[in-house]
């Protein structure tokens, strides 16, 4: 890329923000041949209006990386959102503003290219951070001839079941939900408001297969909290993510002393280095590749938990099944899988990838993701 190509793309960047579903490109030149980054966002449209206690939408929009190089196109995608405030348009143009940057990196070093890219994309840039680290794995899987899940040295038959997440809705939705979920045989309820045992009511009064329970930060009293997963496990819950606020460290470790459910660390748990800490007030963590920056940060985040002896769940945020199966390639690693966010969508814009047998994630063994544009 020349000066005046990089600076065009430089300048684009600085208006991504006011280009709610644009895209922006970068190619450098070597003696491989051209190196392009491509980057948009793409609306993926809810099937239902999606609530939690963070907030209600019926669509979301993440951001799409393609990396082209020797004739091979590598897929990736990220999903800010904003709890983590950083918007799509953020993320992409953090992404665009560092397209030269990475266009003449190695990918084959992606290790030390990775860690270069961070510090270009900037602090809390970790779901931009991750649909490039997406982008290219898939590349060098395809390079290389393998699938990922091969390349880390796994076992596709270990991958878990995953959960099908059931949305804060009214209990009539609600059963209608659960119906539709009849395939998977462990559900994920959303709770964290005053609805809560209207919820799970309406859930029981569909089906008795286990539940898992996500509060998302929802409940601010420790009192409250320790009733209400009390009464969750007399209602056939297995754990509890998230529930209360992240900066309330001593108040879940109070909540912790007093129940029996395990309880699993999502927005508490934004870095490696925190994982170490969190031990003292969680029974394991909620590892998503949008919160760590990628497969390569979130294969780290799974290894120091396990050293900790703590259990790992693999989530996801609403996205495509680019993000979805980028995640199910770590999965034969974890306890727990919650991957159902391409699911949730009724646009999905890739095809391939993984695939859901009653619930049981079935891996491609497709070069690289597995996932190939619609």
Known sequence: MNRRDWLKTAGMAGVAAAL???????????????????????RLNLRHTWTTTMSSSTYRDTVHVQYLRDGITGYGEGAPIQRYEITPEQAMAAIATSAGFITAGDPRQFDKLFTQVRGKLGPNQHAAMAAVDIAMLDWWGKKLGVPLYEYFGLDPADAPVT?????????????????EAADFPVLKVKVGLKTDKETIEAVRSVTKKPLRVDANEGWTDKEQAIREINWLETQGVEFIEQPMPAHMFDEIKY????????????????????????????DGINVKLDKAGGILESYRWIQIARSLNMKVMLGCMICSS????????????VDYADLDGSLLIANDPYVGGVKVEKGKLILPNEPGLGVRPA
Do not use: N, W
Request: glycine residues 2%; aromatic residues 2%.
């Open 255 to 282: 909540v912790r002393s007093k129940v029996h459910l395990p309880i699993i660390a999502d927005e508490a748990c934004t870095s490696a280095a925190m994982i170490p800490k969190l031990r003292e007030a969680y």
């Open 322 to 333: 680019c993000s979805c199966t980028a995640a199910a390639h770590l999965s034969p690693l």
């Open 20 to 42: 709610p579903l644009s895209s922006l490109a970068a190619t450098a030149q070597d003696k491989q041949g051209p190196t392009t980054v491509k980057v948009e966002l793409k």
């Open 163 to 179: 959960t099908f997440s059931i949305g804060i809705d009214t209990p009539e939705i609600t059963r209608q939900k659960t119906a």
